[in-house]
């Protein structure tokens, strides 16, 4: 069973930063890309950040410039830097990932999700 566990998320003025945290933690074989997404009330879920297993990433165009996505391999860990934060960052950031999952005697790629963690940035 696979879980991803999220940290870091907080309320904090417009301006300032915060760092998320995504831990994968279970029985897997590897870990292809990991993501940050967000979703606001009355909004769908949208991507904010992802990184692939090679380094490549992509932003959401909101968030480039002010925000960074990284990961440690080694700690099955991906990270999300968000600076400059504004109201409109304010959302549940789910951490996702990407990995190989054996169904009928083939791998397939499969989606896991992190429970969420709440950011507020207030003006």
């Known amino acids: 069973q696979v879980q991803l566990v999220e940290s870091g998320g907080g309320l904090v003025q417009a301006g300032g930063s915060l760092r998320l945290s995504c831990a994968a933690s279970?029985?897997?074989?590897?870990?292809?890309?990991m993501g940050w997404y967000r979703q606001a009330p009355g909004k769908q879920r949208e991507l904010v950040a992802r990184?692939?297993?090679?380094?490549?990433?992509n932003y959401a165009d909101s968030v480039k410039g002010r925000c960074t996505i990284s990961r440690d391999n080694a700690k099955n860990t991906v990270y999300l830097q968000m600076n400059s934060l504004k109201p409109e960052d304010t959302a549940v950031y789910y951490c996702?990932?990407?990995?190989?999952?054996?169904?009928?005697?083939?791998?397939?790629?499969?989606?896991?999700w992190g429970q969420g963690t709440q950011v507020t940035v207030s003006s």
């Open positions: 996702n990932a990407r990995m190989p999952r054996g169904v009928g005697g083939y791998w397939v790629m499969y989606d896991y």
């Open positions: 990184i692939t297993s090679g380094g490549s990433t």
């Open positions: 279970g029985s897997f074989l590897s870990i292809d890309a």
